[in-house]
Nanobody, 117 residues
Framework: QVQLVESGGGLVQVGGSLRLSCAASGSTFRFNAMGWYRQAPGKQRESVAAITNGGSINYADSVKGRFTISRDNTKNTVYLQMNSLKPEDTGVYYC???????????WGQGTQVTVSS
């Protein structure tokens, strides 16, 4: 059973920084893509950043140049360093991983990020 444990959310002022972590467990195989989504109140969940097993990275246009995703395969952990935070970055951030040939998806429980102006 794959489990994802997220940490690092919180309340920060505009321009501040936060670092999210997501530790995955329960699989003997390396996870394929690992990434982060977010959902703001009243909006759909959107992809923020993703990193493949091979190190290819994609960012949402809205976070390019401010957020950095990385992963440590020895720990099955993905990180999201968020700098220059804006009020529009506020939302619940969810870790997402894909596993296996069928790329079955697993989700974390979500961690709240609130950017105050």
């Amino acid at each position: 059973q794959v489990q994802l444990v997220e940490s690092g959310g919180g309340l920060v002022q505009v321009g501040g920084s936060l670092r999210l972590s997501c530790a995955a467990s329960g699989s003997t195989f390396r996870f394929n893509a690992m990434g982060w989504y977010r959902q703001a109140p009243g909006k759909q969940r959107e992809s923020v950043a993703a990193i493949t097993n091979g190190g290819s990275i994609n960012y949402a246009d809205s976070v390019k140049g401010r957020f950095t995703i990385s992963r440590d395969n020895t720990k099955n952990t993905v990180y999201l360093q968020m700098n220059s935070l804006k009020p529009e970055d506020t939302g619940v951030y969810y870790c997402n991983v894909k596993l296996g040939i069928l790329e079955r998806e697993y989700w974390g429980q979500g961690t709240q990020v609130t950017v105050s102006s």
